[in-house]
């Protein structure tokens, strides 16, 4: 059920909420958070489905905002908010509100927000694109326990985490972390096999790759060790090397799903290790609010040397 209100307030969208649910027969009980997604109308489809994809794991109220460029300056100066409001199999598992914010109102999105959060319940920001320099210091940031960006949607990637580093807080944390996961469990489970001593690492990914940098300061935080950046074809992240006095322990993904393990003295083995899709990775974020200390560690890890 959609329910489209034009020049509103937040009383009125709270109101739009209550009918809709009447009006299907769903109680908002059984929501466990308030997921709010700050992004422009060219990324907003996208996130939106991720969103609600995840949220069949994860039931949230999802509030979107969208900010609206005026193009004269009457726009600009005057105020006014659009709100789409969506129950039902329009939302997912949860409900969904659009608020498209106009003129003045755009500066003072916290002020929409705010009376439309589940009382009670962990808010979640996630900034598709466009992330603001310190999060924890936004606006909207300051709402929530968790505060989620993406690397993977700036120019230079490899700046801005930089400047991350610099005003992280605790409940920050980075997609190009989360596409990690898989990979850092699989470095960890191998380790325990080989048992050796590394001596040295190396992250082998498309030049300028966020995840790959991340990897690579990770692994010099834990290991110990120099982690060198390897530029290859790519896509994303494509092997790590790990050295010992037995010989490499290699992680290797050039494409698809399948990675091929090698460990000193064994044959080689496949493992899945796909590229997973971005309602996963939200999905994945969604199932811890506190802070990520091993992020933490990462992001203020020292920088490493790319090598060709």
């Known amino acids: 059920m959609k329910i489209d209100l034009t020049d509103t307030t937040a009383g009125e969208i709270n109101k739009a909420l209550v009918q809709g649910r009447r009006a299907i027969g769903t109680p908002a009980v059984g929501m466990v958070l308030t997921m709010v997604i700050v ?23 999802m509030l979107v905002v969208i900010r609206r460029h005026s193009r004269t300056l009457r726009d600009r100066t005057r105020s006014r908010l659009d709100a789409e409001v969506r129950v039902g199999a329009e939302a997912g598992a949860g409900e969904t509100v659009v608020l498209r914010t106009h003129g003045e109102v755009s500066d003072h999105a916290g002020s929409v927000v705010l009376p439309l959060l589940l009382p009670d319940a962990p808010v979640v920001v996630w900034w598709p694109v466009d992330a603001p320099d310190n999060p924890s210091a936004d606006p909207l940031g300051r709402l929530a326990q968790r505060r989620i960006t993406d690397l993977y949607a700036v120019e230079r990637p490899l700046e801005v985490l930089q400047t991350r580093a610099r ?26 096999q080989a048992r050796a001593k590394v001596t040295s690492a190396a992250v082998e ?40 006095a037995e010989g490499e322990i290699v992680i290797d993904r050039p494409e698809g799903p399948l990675a091929t393990l090698t460990l000193p003295g064994q044959p080689p083995r496949s493992l899945a290790l796909k590229v997973r899709p971005l309602s996963e990775l939200i999905a994945e974020e969604l199932r811890r609010l506190d802070a990520d200390d091993m992020y933490a560690v990462a992001l203020r ?4 040397k790319e090598t060709v």
């Open 301 to 304: 890890g020292e920088g490493t």
């Open 167 to 192: 005003f992280y807080a605790p409940g920050d944390t980075d997609l190009a972390w989360t596409r990690l996961t898989l990979w850092r469990s699989m470095l960890a489970a191998a380790l325990d």
């Open 39 to 61: 992004t422009d109308e060219e990324n907003a489809y996208d996130s939106i489905k991720a969103a609600e994809e995840a949220s069949h794991e994860h039931p949230s109220r």
């Open 205 to 244: 990914a498309e030049a300028e790759n966020p995840s790959a940098e991340l990897l690579a300061r990770w692994l010099q935080a834990r290991l110990g060790v120099r982690a060198d950046r390897v530029v290859s074809p790519g896509p994303v992240v494509t092997a790590v090397r790990l050295g010992t």
